[in-house]
């Protein structure tokens, strides 16, 4: 649509997992666009594919029992599904950072802080020098400056299990943004970490990648979070793409069965009952309905709806949904989550 | 909400017992072979196990295996007739070999039956007793029986009572059994402040349900992996014993005895100490093999 | 006036967890719960709020008789709960039952919901038709009768969660603790389940002592909300009366931390106070008013004394030296 370049395109992604009883279709056609300096939210349950997603981005995923039957991922234009170990190297760390839900998890307990800022921060060398120790150094306690972490100098002599919920977030934050890289996979950031705490963390984020125009992708189940946090949401059921829109559009407007029911089921601090949610469960990956992966569970189902899967059409302003409520509506047409080029 | 009258009849839920049983264990025979190696290993050992059944009809020259002598023919090397061989007596090591697989499986199994009832009974006692004086004597005890090497606990053990297979089965037995106190223990601290168990706990149940009922299911998948791959181990102990004569005893054949008459004799006749050894190798590696698959099995789901 | 079912004064509960010094062996004392007090009206729903510290799981394990308690009484229809020293009857545990935050541990991995929900019937009610108990339990929180043979990682969340609520019916109990029953689960399956708990409420005439850190949740659940912080309640209010006019700044960062989804809840958000600090170790706990560490109003009293309970409004106590 504009003129800056796509930083990120997934197209037609598919990914299968090898279990018994057959295959697991969990990523079934998921498109997603964003360019430089956006702030993008991927919003889904658990179960709907997003962390298969994001691991595929970064291809972690474990390749024996998964498969990439079909699609691309385009980071600045290059396919990182087909690039050699070398040049994905380059892209981890450097290219796309990732912070995980569980900063408990993602930091090794045996090695200190400082230990593990050294790590990553060698391992991606400015314009192909290793950096010296010295600079690894300053550059370590710079991060930690960023994310707001008093007395920088000691926390690198600290181990992770001296450091509170809050606290090992911020250094999973700064070491991620340590390698100044171009786009921040944030999975599930604040989950793991008490409200208040959560708040601040998400504050300090945002301001973080305000600060040094860094693209993020913000994955998570809550909606509340993507309100405050993202320009543009996507909304992901069941391994496709069934929505995206401005972020203001997608919650003063919701056009999906599913988003409007997400919606609905989120309690409101005003008051007014607990909806009884969405009926049914996440489908079974190994036979997925066919048709629109949803109709199972929406008020509206129609008859096409049960045979054939719906394409992403746009409505008015930059807001796509992939449902056949709106195929008359449509102002254009896609394949299925993303803007066609 | 209206609760309706009981839908399902009594015979339904039967067949979906039954229906889940199947389901439940063709999904762990797909997790089982998974890995090629495992299966590999489940081959080996079944073959192993029918070899030693029917030793008396499988092999070509079962006499051998008792008080048999042929000095003119002995000390063969391989051939059509003696594939490993003959030993130094005349007799057909692949026949002696077989039947001293038998004595050797038997070990295995005997000892392991002895050894893991007590062991992980003690164990999961000393573990949901954590804490208290239950708790300090068994793991006492388990550690003083640890503390003394193996080896030497079994050979003294052997040789106060008379050598003979049975004797050297209890002597495995007695340093065997801490192992498994102390693996079972190890898992019953931790399972003991799991919330399913607080969750019994609060509705009321004793002691008894909670060690049998919910920590010792969780266990089952470690004690038999570890069970699996101390067969192999047993067997090499045993045969360590029959090695220094307190095993097995002549004219009976043992894998170790067989090594041991047999090292004399290399490497000129090698074929009557190595055949003996590799046998051993197989017999080992199958049963590690079958281990990683057990453990396979139970592993939980990646997705 | 309906009578209370559970009455709590000036519960403690404190947990040595090391010692320090070679010499003088001073005990470290985490004080997880330190002196609260609070009633709960028979067939109501009230509400528990607080982070991680906060000590209100260690209320409800004191309640459900995990813990006995450092001191103070809980009073279950009058009666205490922990007047003998030895365990507590089956006939009060099965009027007492709780429902874990996490179903995934809660719940036998190797035992199937049939042989999970066979345990309290079979311990508190009798032999007979067993099976259709449990047919019928599973009914209860909609589940067909196939899940009987299930194993628990079969189960998507919010049905292990119903298994647990079907186990804590199992003994017809009168009084359930929710230990955050659906943090662990995505929104869209916690309302069914929130909704089924309210309608056996309904039916079943229960009482609920509802834990969660989620104020949205709460404030669509829990008739009354007590909300606590590092081992002591700070503020009691009706729930409406809670989210309307919040006085102690806790309640109110907390309220102005949360998510939400509408600008309509957006104005309803304190604006004045936004979350500031770390939420001290509970071994660690300033002295004077805990919170004032983090609190934009602390005056030179709340550094050296530690507030009282006082009724501000009927049936709103706050424990703040800044209170009106």
Known sequence: MSATPLLLEIKNLHVHYTVYGGQLKVLDGVGLVMHTGERVGLVGETGCGKTTTMKAILRVLPMPPAGIPQGEIYFKGRDILKMSSGELRQVRGRGISMIFQDPTAALNPVFSVGQQMDAVIHHSPLRGKARSRREIHQLAVKSLQEVALADPERLLRSYPIQLSGGMRQRVCIGMALSTGPELLIADEPGTSLDVTIQDQVLRLLRTLVEEKNTSVILITHTLGIVREMTDRVYVMYAGNMVEVAATKELFSNPLHPYTIGLMEAVPRLTGGGVSDGIAGRIPNYLAPPPGCRFHPRCPHAMEICLSEKPASYTIGDDHEVACFLYQADRVSQGNGGGHDR | ?303 | MTADILTVTDLKKHFVIGRTGVVTQVPITVKAVDGISFAMPEGETFGLVGESGSGKSTVAYTVIGMYAPTAGTIRFRGQDLYESKKKRPLSLRKEIQIVFQDPGSSLNARRTVKQILELPLRIHRSEARRLEEIVRLLDMVELPPEYMYKYPQMLGGGEKQMVAVARALATEPSFIILDEPTSALDVSIQGKIINLLIRLQNEFHLSYLFITHDLSLMRNVASRVAIMYLGKICEIAETVEFFRNPLHPYTQMLLSSIPVVSEAEEKLKPQKIISTGEIPSPVDIPPGCSFHSRCPMKSEACTQLDPVMVEVAPGHTVRCHLSP
């Not at chain 2, 049983?21 to 072979?33: A, P």
């Open chain 2, 1 to 303: 909400m209206a609760h309706q009258a009981l839908a399902v009849t009594a015979q339904q839920i039967k067949q979906l017992e039954r229906e889940s049983r199947r389901e439940n264990l063709g999904r762990s025979w797909y997790k089982f072979t998974r890995n090629t190696m495992s299966v590999v290993g489940l081959v080996m050992v079944v073959s192993l196990i029918l070899l030693a059944i029917l030793a008396p009809w499988v092999t070509p020259y079962p006499k051998h295996a008792g008080p048999y002598t042929d000095f003119p023919h002995a000390k063969q090397p391989p051939s059509w007739q003696h594939p490993f061989g003959t030993d130094q007596i005349g007799r057909d090591i692949l026949s002696r070999i077989v039947f001293g697989l038998r004595s050797s499986l038997l070990m295995g199994i005997v000892v392991l039956a002895l050894v893991v009832p007590p062991g992980v009974l003690l164990g999961l006692l000393a573990g949901y007793f954590h804490g208290t004086w239950i708790d300090t004597v068994i793991m006492r005890i388990t550690d003083i029986f640890l503390a003394v090497p193996p080896l030497i606990l079994a050979l003294a053990v052997a040789s106060v009572l008379r050598p003979s297979l049975w004797n050297g089965m209890m002597a495995v037995s007695l340093m065997w059994w801490p192992w498994y106190t102390r693996l079972v223990y190890g898992q019953a601290v931790t399972l003991r402040n799991e919330y399913f168990v607080t969750a019994a706990e609060v509705t009321g149940a004793g002691p008894a349900h909670i060690i049998f009922r919910e920590i010792l299911p969780n266990t089952v998948s470690t004690i038999l992996t570890k069970m699996s791959i101390d067969i192999a181990w047993v067997i090499i102990i045993g045969s360590m014993l029959s090695f220094v004569g307190l095993g097995v005893q002549p004219p009976e054949p043992s894998l170790g005895t067989m090594i041991a008459d047999g090292a004399r004799y290399l490497p000129d006749q090698w074929w009557i100490a190595v055949f003996p050894a590799l046998a051993i190798v197989v017999v080992v590696l199958g049963f590690n093999l079958l281990g990683d698959g057990v453990r396979d099995m139970f592993a939980a789901e990646e997705i």
